[in-house]
């Protein structure tokens, strides 16, 4: 009988502990096995640390109500999306260190640095997939920190990947399709069912998809099977699947990666084309400094972690700092 009972016990603290570490973005299965082994001390330990980890938040959030007043009063326009002193570190490794800046609604912004420095990792902290070490990133005034990555792209927030994400045996109207997922609403039952509001939202999708791919010039690839498209394509459908989730925000990482000369200047045209005609907010990771440079509205330097540089393109270029760290000097 104590047996059970001591089993029982493990189980509830294990929950526990499986719970709070969710909650918090920790590892949930190690604390859930500690729970039931050691369950009070455990418990114990993570609510300590939970507790801390608010006082963070509460610090980092003060000091983010605190410049978004200053904006208020000063009659500047507040951010859409605001990254504060936002550290990654893998190990003893820092990717990146205490990185700050603001990107503002219907604004392209170009993040630019050397490889290794931060870019990637600091795209994968907007998506989620990466949790910051330190810091803190507020779209319209939330964090978004406490979101869950499947539950990203609801809130606005729409990628591209430097690597081609796709499923490479669907069809490329099917890859389309996926990314209206986070803007339907459905059940198991409804679906199996086929119930006429199933019928009627997937007609409505199958309609937004066909736009797309008439926007992008994708309609004589519709059902062509994306692993067999030029890798220029490929980049173009990955694009539709992210406007196919409606974000405020879209990130693109290394877009003109594999391109030629004239893809390149056929991409920045419809980067822009997207800002104004679908009033969307472009964060633009890229290698290819003549795109960026061209599109951008502002600009931010990253370098072995740490922001370098931030401005217009013709400051971010004139910086010294840049030239000698990213664009090269005359003593190199």
Known sequence: ???????????????????????KNRNAGLWAVLGFFFSIPST?????????DSDEDVLERERFEASQAEL??????????????VSVVFGGIVALNRVSFD?????????????????TTLFNCLSRLYQPSSG??????????????HRIAEIGIGRTFQNV??????SVMDNVRVGTHARTHSDIVSDSLKLPAVRRS????????????????????????????????????????ALAAEPKILLLDEPAGGLNHEEVHVLGDLIRRIRDDL??????????????????DHVVALNFGRKLAEGTPAQVQADPDVIKAYLGSKDQ
Request: net charge positive; glycine share 8%.
């Open 1 to 23: 009988m104590g047996l059970v009972f001591g089993i029982l016990l493990g189980i509830l603290f294990a929950s526990i502990c499986w719970s709070m570490a969710k909650k």
């Open 44 to 52: 114990i330990v993570l609510a300590c640390l939970s507790a801390l």
């Open 72 to 85: 208020l009063a000063s009659d500047k326009e507040l951010p859409l999306l605001a990254v504060r002193n």
């Open 103 to 119: 990107m503002h609604e219907g604004k392209i912004l170009g993040l630019i640095g050397p490889n290794g420095a931060g870019k």
């Open 136 to 149: 803190d990133i507020f779209m319209e005034g939330k964090s978004i920190l406490k979101r869950q990555p």
């Open 165 to 170: 994400a796709l499923f490479p045996n669907l």
């Open 202 to 241: 997937e007609a409505e999708i199958n309609k937004k998809v066909h736009e797309i791919l008439s926007y992008l010039n994708l309609e004589d690839v519709a059902h062509t099977v994306v692993s067999g498209l030029p890798f220029g394509t490929q980049k173009r459908v990955e694009l539709a699947r």
């Open 279 to 296: 009033k969307m907010t472009v964060l633009l990771v890229e290698h290819h400094m003549g795109l960026v440079m061209s599109i951008a």
